[in-house]
């Protein structure tokens, strides 16, 4: 088995997406601390919302900029833990961690309130990400995407931004905001979980390897040279996955559509369960305000 350090440090560690990420946290702190009176009269973030945040910094720069973004162009089950973990794990914590003041001011722009208003609708939410998901996993768009660097960026983009989306009806606290309420939120985690089946399904149980990204050499060289330095590939002997994966390509293709439903189906179930308790909460809450607003018996 061939090592990874063979691609060198900025394949591997991607140290410029890191300084990016660097410096969006530290403005984050410093619009969210010293800069705060500025734009608002709120209070701090709490220390949970600032732990959701960085999190989910951490967890952009593991799908994004470690050794996981250079494996998932090596191998198929490792682009999928990228792609769950990606979209289905980091916009839940930076909506969590973002103060809703700070929603409220970028909600101001006319253009932006007016995109998000349409693109949080359930129902629009729940198709446009779904769809797009199953799109970059058709074959032909898949290698295609995995292929060109343009492709690549417009793609993760889009499909980054449909999940921020797909999640902001369930867990944003924002006044005027809360379109999904109760057994509804339950119903949107249902129907997201079926509307992702097929895909992970066709993964799953084709009978042959599906993207020529993995199985074509010409094509896995094309898909390195989005992440590896043009200088650094050109210097190596590399055949194919099977230098760093000893599994068929068949089932590296189902591990992987198997680990993106068994993540999924964490992620979902784990949403649930705090959604249902909430939901049981405020109606205990409810029927315990009716029986001191309801007359007793002996009072009539």
């Given at each position: 088995m061939a090592s990874l350090s063979m691609f060198g440090f900025v394949a591997l560690w991607s140290p410029y997406f890191l300084a990016f990420l660097l410096l969006v946290t530290w403005?984050?702190?410093?619009?969210?601390?010293?800069?705060?009176?500025?734009?608002?009269?709120?209070?701090?973030?709490?220390?949970?919302?600032?732990?959701?945040?960085?999190?989910?910094?951490?967890?952009?720069?593991?799908?994004?900029?470690?050794?996981?973004?250079l494996l998932g162009h090596l191998i198929f089950s490792a682009h999928m833990v990228q792609m769950a973990i990606l979209n289905l794990l980091v916009p839940q914590l930076l909506i969590l961690g973002i103060p809703n003041w700070l929603f409220e001011r970028l909600l101001q722009i006319r253009p932006v309130k007016a995109t998000v208003t349409f693109l949080t609708k359930p129902l629009v939410a729940l198709v446009l990400f779904n769809g797009l998901f199953s799109l970059y996993h058709v074959p032909f768009v898949f290698d295609l995407v995995k292929s060109n660097a343009l492709y690549h960026a417009v793609m993760t983009s889009m499909l980054f931004i449909a999940a921020w989306m797909m999640w902001w009806p369930l867990i944003n606290k924002m006044t005027g905001w809360?379109?999904?309420?109760?057994?509804?939120?339950?119903?949107y985690i249902f129907a997201d979980g079926v509307l992702l089946t097929p895909a992970c399904a066709l993964i799953i149980f084709a009978g042959k390897p599906l993207y020529a990204t993995y199985y074509d050499p010409q094509m896995w060289m094309e898909s390195l040279a989005l992440c590896v330095p043009a200088g650094t590939l050109a210097s190596l002997d590399l055949t194919g996955p099977e230098m760093f994966f000893s599994i068929p390509l068949l089932?590296?293709?189902?591990?992987?559509?198997?680990?993106?439903?068994?993540?999924?189906?964490i992620v979902y179930g784990t949403m649930l369960f705090f959604v249902f308790?909430?939901?049981?909460?405020?109606?205990?809450?409810?029927?315990?305000?009716?029986?001191?607003?309801?007359?007793q018996p002996s009072e009539l």
């Open positions: 403005l984050y702190f410093m619009v969210v601390g010293p800069w705060r009176t500025r734009f608002t009269n709120e209070g701090p973030p709490t220390r949970k919302q600032k732990v959701y945040f960085v999190l989910g910094i951490v967890l952009l720069y593991v799908c994004q900029g470690s050794p996981i973004d809360q379109s999904l309420t109760g057994l509804k939120k339950i119903g089932h590296d293709q189902q591990l992987g559509g198997i680990l993106m439903k068994i993540i999924q189906e308790m909430e939901w049981y909460r405020k109606e205990q809450e409810k029927e315990k305000e009716e029986t001191v607003v309801s007359p």
